[in-house]
Structures are given as C-alpha cells and as structure tokens.
C-alpha cells in the first residue's frame, strides 16, 4: 500500500504479496456480523458482512486497500433504524482476486450486484475515500436503486490521478521499519500511528497475514497489482448528476498547488515534470467544485484525519444520524 498524490490510500504495507488468490484469514471472526460471499461475475465473489437490523438498507462501502471489517466497530451504530451491510471489494480481504475488473465500471456494477443478491431495491450508499467514484456511478447510472448518499472523506480526482500515474509513475512506497513487522500488535500500532485510531481488530487479520509461528508480518491480503489497476483505471464521474441527497464529511486537507509538492517530482523526466504541472490546476478546482456542490449537506471537519469515523467518531455519528433522521 502506499500514498498517491490525488489518491488517499492505507499509510502502511507489510510486503508484497506473491499469491494470486486469497489466503484464509485466521478463524474467529467478529461476532458482530454474518459473513456471506455473493457472486457478483463468473469465478469472482465478494464478502458481504450482514450486521443485522431493523428497517431500510444502508451499506458500508470501504476505502481502496481496506476491507468490510473496517466498519466493524462503527457499522452497528445504525443497526436501530437500518439493516446495515458492509461489502470487501474485489482484490482484498477475503474477496476473490481476479485478473481483471478493477475499472470504475465494474467496480461499481459489482456493488449493484450484491444488492441484487439481497434483494434490495433502493438503499442508503456509505462510502470512504474511492468508494465516493463507485457510488457516484451507481447513483448516476441507477438512481432508483439510491435513496440518500453520504461521503466520508471521499476520492474527488482519481480521473485525474489516473491520467497522471500513466505519465508519471509513483517513486516506490518507503521501506516499513522491520520492528513494525514483529508481530500482529506492532502492525496494528504502526497502522493506528498513521491513520490516527486503530482499526477493527478484525481488520488487521483481513488485512495482513502472519507467521503462525513468529508472528511476524508476512505479507499483505491482497492482489499484488490491485492498487496499480484501481488507480489507473479510474473514469470521471459526475458528482453534479447525483439526485438523491448527499451528506459529505470532509478533512479540508488541500492539494499540493505546487507541483514540487508532488511526490518524487525531482526525479521525474522534464515531461513527466510537465504533465505534474497540467494536472495540478485540474486538481485544484475538482476538489474546490466538489467541496461546494449545491443542494449537498457539506460538513467541514475540524483537526480530522482521512478516516473520519475514527479519528472524529462523535462528530461523524451525530451528521450522519441527523442526515439520516435518527
């Protein structure tokens, strides 16, 4: 995993993943949820948590590396009013890894898909960072199936951040320090440094995997190129066309409008260096029209980190439960 400029991903890799499908994560998953797989394509199948509830659905769509369990210990807030999911996508977790089908598109038809499969007419959409591309194009290509909207710190560019990486390849992730590989506690202390909380215990099994005998970190639960597929194939989507209403929490955290901010910009090609500076603009005003998007509930928050609901737990709770009539 690492931090793309225009796209927010998880601070913290342990290594490289060499399998091409998923391992087993360890047993003794949360008892919070069913876990379900549904089949969403021919040979792929994603986890479907079933956190149980009463009322209409409202499904937790997780941030690009992450799985459903990032939700575990948030998600049952809502369970009073709605029968709440969470869903891993394709290429973690315990999802399927397949070759292809990372594009916008599919990504996006994959969530119609597990609504299909609960036979859920209309639901409530929730979505952290990349998750805000693929309900926006389920809100736009199939708005009867969307009753209200609600962005946590959303992906607003990853057009833009796609078009880039094509011309200006990311320098490699930085080297974990080894002693944050020792064992299970000492990743899941690494991970808390950097989003600002710590994640669903159960997050950490879906996440990585671990020595039996050490401990130690072996590698990510992860396809190895998903992130690199995700990215590059990202499609522009119209936030603008969303009719269903929208609650959209955000850190404030700006984009570099230099483009020496840009990550590794030293060592790109002068024409590398060149699309850095086209694309900074581009940026720039994405997120400036997003961040003031008419008819939109738009709520700033203060000293937050990219993962809202757990560095800012309370504020998150109260917007949405009030955006949501609760």
Same mark, same amino acid.
Not at 12 to 32: D, H, I
Not at 123 to 150: C, D, F, N, Q, Y
């Given at each position: ?74 998600a049952?807030e ?12 394709r ?8 070759? @292809?089908?990372?594009?916008t ?18 639901a ?11 309900i926006t ?7 009867? @199936?969307?009753?209200k ?9 990853g ?18 320090n ?14 808390a ?22 401990g ?25 066309a969303?009719?269903?209403p ?21 060592q ?7 699309k850095?500076r ?6 720039v ?7 003031s998007m ?8 203060? @000293? ?23």
């Amino acid at each position: 995993m690492r931090k793309l400029f225009l796209c927010c991903l998880p601070l913290f890799a342990c290594a490289t993943t060499t399998t091409s499908v998923p391992t087993s994560a360890p047993a003794g998953a949360s008892t919070l949820h069913r876990v379900q797989r549904v089949q969403v394509a021919e040979g792929v199948e994603l986890e479907l948590l079933d956190f149980g509830g009463q009322g209409p659905a409202l499904v937790f769509l997780t941030g690009q590396g992450n799985t459903g369990h990032v939700f575990d210990d948030f998600a049952p807030e809502f369970t009073s009013a709605y029968h709440v999911y969470s869903v891993t996508r394709r290429g973690y977790g315990s999802s399927s890894w397949p070759e @292809r089908g990372y594009d916008t598109v599919t990504l996006s038809t994959d969530v119609v898909r597990v609504l299909d499969s609960q036979g859920i007419a209309k639901a409530v959409l929730v979505g952290h960072s990349r998750a805000g591309e693929e309900i926006t194009w389920v809100a736009t290509h199939h708005p009867e @199936r969307v009753e209200k909207v609600l962005f946590l710190d959303i992906q607003t560019k990853g057009d833009l951040a796609a078009e880039l990486m094509k011309e200006a390849p990311q320098p490699p992730p930085r080297e974990p320090n080894p002693a944050d590989l020792a064992s299970r506690a000492t990743v899941a202390a690494a991970i808390a440094r950097g989003v600002g909380g710590p994640l669903p215990e159960h997050e950490i099994d879906e996440l990585f995997e671990f020595d039996p005998k050490t401990g130690r970190c072996l590698r990510d639960r992860q396809r190895p190129d998903a992130e690199d597929q995700v990215g590059k194939s990202a499609l522009k989507v119209d936030f603008a066309a969303i009719r269903a209403p929208v609650l959209y929490i955000h850190t404030g955290e700006r984009v570099p409008e230099r483009a020496e901010g840009y990550n590794g910009f030293a060592q790109l090609t002068p024409a590398q260096q060149a699309k850095v500076r086209e694309m900074i603009p581009k940026a720039v005003q994405r997120v400036a029209e997003v961040r003031s998007m008419p008819g939109w509930r738009i709520v700033q928050l203060e @000293r937050a980190e990219h993962y809202v609901w757990i560095t800012n737990r309370d504020d998150v709770l109260r917007e949405m439960k009030a955006f949501l009539g609760m």
